[in-house]
């Protein structure tokens, strides 16, 4: 860690002690463009409706937008049959996120998250001075006994991806219900369901259920992921009145543009391409985890998942280092995640056919030639 030289301004402690966001890579070392299945991306694009509703967005590029983001707001609650009142949204869910922690948590508090969680919640705990506080896994799945064992009356916020990145594990609505049911009232209960729309909806954790009822319930959504709108940055969350109030006094204003809220609308309104992500996503997903269930002689596996990705873990003598330098080598960025305790794992994004079966294909040239 840098010390600020004398006599100049210096930065909060718990600023310094923020890991640096490391985002997924495009290009290679030596700046080829590779196939990007490292930021669990829509392969399939974006609805043409959604598309074309963003043009139409840009044609008011010189004024602010809706800074109450009523449009967005209003087809989330149609969509899902909420109280537009208590939607929230942010530039990428991420930001809902930070307002959470923001609202909710700051110098001398608690925050819990499982260790291989989302990066986002030890810097949204840190960015407000809170402490993080990491919970065991149980083989790589979110494991609520180990969330409830760290609770103490400092515990302001829990941080739960349902499934959960960078793993791909998910919490069964019996697990997520016990765990809500064991949380003392004055603990915030972030259910991140960043990849909800990729479970069938019969397996549905039942987390916005949960925040339509409970006062210490927040789920995210985000139109980066299913809805394929990575690069407008819109996500948008649901709760109690009261929560909703409190973060919008640390909520930016505009913090979601006019196009972006115009492309997410028209994105909500054309299900048929989210069920077919869906579709495509889990034929592929099953594909690819048998693929590597086949390169198990060389120590590969795959943690269960029901994201759009496949975390696979590498135990036999082709490191998962050498099997992501391998990979780019052959055209194609994984994501490496040795800073989120995984220097023996490989997240992969399901890509379209082609890229997945080239994946494949490109993973067992490595371990058949060890590198
Ligand atoms: C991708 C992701 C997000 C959010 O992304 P935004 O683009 O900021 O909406 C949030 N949580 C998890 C677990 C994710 O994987």
């Known amino acids: 860690m840098s010390t600020s030289p004398p006599n100049a301004p210096a930065p909060k402690d718990w600023v310094m002690a923020i890991a640096p966001y490391v985002p997924g890579r495009s290009t290679a070392d030596d700046g080829r463009k590779l196939v990007k299945l490292s930021a669990n991306e829509n392969p399939l694009g974006t609805s043409p409706h959604a598309r074309a509703a963003f043009d139409a967005g840009n044609a008011s590029l010189d004024r602010y937008p809706d800074p109450g983001a009523t449009i967005l707001r209003e087809a989330v609650a149609d969509t899902y049959g909420l109280d537009p009142l208590r939607v929230i949204y942010g530039t990428g869910s991420d930001d809902v996120l930070h307002l959470a922690a923001g609202a909710f948590a700051g ?171 869906r579709a495509h996503n889990a034929r592929w997903r099953a594909w690819l985890a048998e693929e590597v269930a086949s390169m198990g002689n060389h120590g590969l596996r795959c943690v269960p998942s029901k994201a759009n990705f496949l975390l696979v873990l590498f135990e036999g003598a082709v490191t998962a280092e050498a099997a992501y330098k391998g990979l780019m080598d052959r055209g194609y960025i994984v994501r490496w995640l040795p800073g989120q305790g995984l220097p023996h794992g490989l997240r992969m994004t399901i890509g379209t056919e082609d890229e997945t079966r080239g994946l494949a294909a490109a993973l067992r040239d490595i371990i058949e030639h060890h590198g």
Not at 111 to 133: D, K, L, M, S, W
Not at 218 to 237: P, Q
Not at 266 to 275: R, Y
């Open 107 to 277: 110098p001398g508090d608690e925050v819990i998250f499982v260790h291989y969680g989302f990066a986002v919640y030890e810097i949204a705990a840190r960015r407000v001075g809170a402490t993080p506080v990491i919970a065991p896994d149980s083989d790589y799945a979110t494991d609520v006994d180990a969330i409830l064992a760290c609770v103490t009356d400092r515990t302001r916020v829990v941080f739960l991806a349902n499934p959960n990145n960078p793993t791909g594990t998910f919490t069964p609505r019996a697990e997520i219900a016990r765990l809500h049911a064991a949380l003392p009232g004055h603990v915030l209960l972030v259910i991140d369901q960043a990849y909800a729309e990729y479970i069938a909806p019969e397996d549905d954790d039942a987390g916005l259920a949960l925040a339509m009822t409970a006062p210490n319930v927040l789920i995210t959504r985000t139109f980066s992921k299913i809805y394929g709108l990575a690069a407008e940055r819109i996500g948008w969350g649901y709760g109690a009145a009261p929560l909703i109030e409190a973060m919008h006094r640390i909520r930016l204003p505009f913090n979601v543009t006019t196009a972006g809220q115009m492309a997410a609308v028209a994105a909500l309104g054309d299900q048929a391409f989210v069920s077919a992500t």
